[in-house]
């Protein structure tokens, strides 16, 4: 396996760590503050990421996550690994090159099985960062680590599908610039386990839809991209808002979620590596009982820790990436499973170190640390939680021996 980055890969990184040097860590204060000034903090994006976002596409620093050519920047997920790790050191980064989650799976979906009406409809201005998107499968009244489980309906009538259901963790719902949300739901109950479901284009404007309150994560509200629970009530949309075909929205779901999971990763890595940094920095300069804290036994080894088990995590991520551009997703799953483990619980173990370094100051709002613990914390469970991938790590291993 050859992890070396190509001299376009190696310009890019150049340019996106320039970039974020200059324009992506001073604003993040600036961000906060804005958003903090406005009436509520549901009511509009903060004015610096829409100039920030201007700056990237300038750039040339947009859609780099998307494989396609056509529409992205033609990467494969071997190339985009580091530059989605150092967009994973900054909260606001992932947005600011439209790199951010749910857009960026949402945009694949569209890419890779949407017709061409829905791909000039929704697909386009999510690409040209005019719009963003919603991602309603998680339900709160089934366990939807098992997406078989999910009892939303999406039932035709004649030209039209009607949904019912309630949905959470519909991430992005709250921002106001979000206009659609791709829902999964049961089509036919009756068919095999996994051909019951379908997704399907819901315009968050139709009729029906309500956003019935917005989710916290360990306080923090996320606002204005937000997480919100969503009822469904007989909603009504043309037939042609299907994607791909009825009966494949488990396979979709699939074809999604492999992507999707080796980016949180990626940025996952980043946000421990800025972690360490800051870490780094701080005991250098901070004494306690005569010496640095740098000079301390017990900080060592925390350092020593975190620069081993960033390299591990960063190691086998590459080595998914590798895998799914070579023999592809399926063939790939073991390890996509294992970087899923991996990664949240590393970043979390490094930046919980870096918060004990910091002393009080790590778990406040004056450095990112807190709001990168609780990111990184919901990452066990976001896109199948740690032990949903561990049985099946274990299963194949397992099948090595039938």
Same mark, same amino acid.
């Given at each position: 396996m050859d992890f070396s980055y190509s001299e376009k890969v190696q310009r890019l990184i150049q340019k996106l760590s320039v970039f974020m040097e200059e324009h992506i860590y001073p604003n993040e204060k600036v961000y906060e503050q804005q958003l903090n000034e406005q009436d509520t903090r549901w009511s509009a994006v903060p004015p610096i990421i829409e100039e920030l976002k201007k700056k990237a596409k300038q750039?040339?620093?947009? %859609?780099?996550?998307? +494989?396609?050519a056509q529409y992205g920047a033609g990467l494969s997920n071997l190339e985009y690994a580091p530059l989605c790790e150092i967009m994973g050191r900054s909260p606001i980064a992932p947005e600011v090159f439209n790199c951010n989650a749910p857009d960026t799976g949402n945009m694949e979906v569209l890419a890779r099985y949407g017709s061409e009406e829905q791909k000039k409809r929704w697909l386009l201005p999510l690409l040209n960062g005019e719009i963003r998107s919603c991602f309603s499968m998680t339900e709160p009244d089934v366990a939807s680590s098992d997406a078989t489980n999910i009892q939303a309906s999406i039932v035709r009538n004649g030209d039209e599908y009607v949904?019912? !259901?309630?949905?959470?963790? #519909? #991430? $992005?719902?709250?921002?106001?610039?979000?206009?659609?949300?791709?829902?999964?739901?049961? =089509?036919?109950p009756d068919a095999p386990k996994h051909e019951q479901q379908s997704m399907i284009i819901v315009p968050?404007? =139709? +009729?029906?839809?309500?956003?019935?309150?917005?989710l916290s994560v360990f306080g923090y509200d996320h606002a204005p991209h937000g997480h919100a629970e969503i009822t469904y009530e007989h909603?009504?949309?043309?037939?042609? %808002?299907? @994607?791909?075909?009825?009966?494949?929205?488990? &396979?979709?779901?699939? $074809?999604?979620?492999? +992507? $999707?999971?080796?980016?949180?990763?990626?940025?996952?890595i980043g946000a421990a590596e800025r972690a360490l940094?800051?870490?780094?920095?701080?005991?250098?300069?901070?004494?306690?009982? $005569?010496?640095?804290?740098?000079?301390?036994?017990?900080?060592?080894?925390? @350092? &020593?820790? #975190?620069?081993? /088990?960033?390299?591990?995590?960063? *190691? *086998? =991520?590459?080595? &998914?990436?590798?895998?799914?551009? =070579?023999? !592809? %997703?399926?063939?790939?799953?073991? /390890? @996509?499973?294992?970087?899923?483990?991996?990664? +949240? %619980?590393?970043a979390l173990k490094v930046i919980d170190r870096a918060i004990q370094a910091f002393g009080a100051a790590g778990v406040s709002d004056d450095v990112p640390?807190?709001?990168?613990?609780? #990111?990184?914390?919901?990452?066990?469970?976001?896109?199948?939680p740690d032990e949903?991938?561990?049985?099946? @790590? &274990?299963?194949?291993e397992l099948k090595k021996y039938d």
């Open positions: 750039e040339g620093l947009w %859609n780099l996550f998307l +494989p396609d949904i019912s !259901g309630k949905k959470w963790w #519909s #991430s $992005g719902a709250g921002d106001p610039r979000c206009k659609v949300a791709i829902v999964m739901g049961k =089509t036919n968050l404007d =139709t +009729p029906g839809v309500k956003i019935e309150r917005m909603v009504r949309v043309p037939k042609e %808002n299907i @994607i791909w075909a009825e009966g494949k929205g488990f &396979a979709i779901a699939q $074809g999604r979620l492999g +992507p $999707g999971r080796i980016h949180h990763c990626m940025r996952l940094e800051l870490m780094c920095q701080r005991v250098k300069k901070r004494v306690a009982f $005569g010496k640095t804290l740098a000079e301390q036994g017990v900080i060592q080894d925390w @350092i &020593a820790q #975190s620069r081993i /088990e960033i390299e591990q995590a960063r *190691l *086998l =991520t590459l080595k &998914a990436a590798y895998m799914m551009d =070579t023999v !592809g %997703n399926k063939a790939a799953k073991t /390890e @996509i499973a294992m970087i899923k483990v991996v990664a +949240p %619980n590393v640390l807190a709001a990168q613990w609780a #990111s990184a914390r919901t990452l066990r469970l976001a896109d199948g949903v991938h561990k049985a099946q @790590i &274990a299963k194949l």
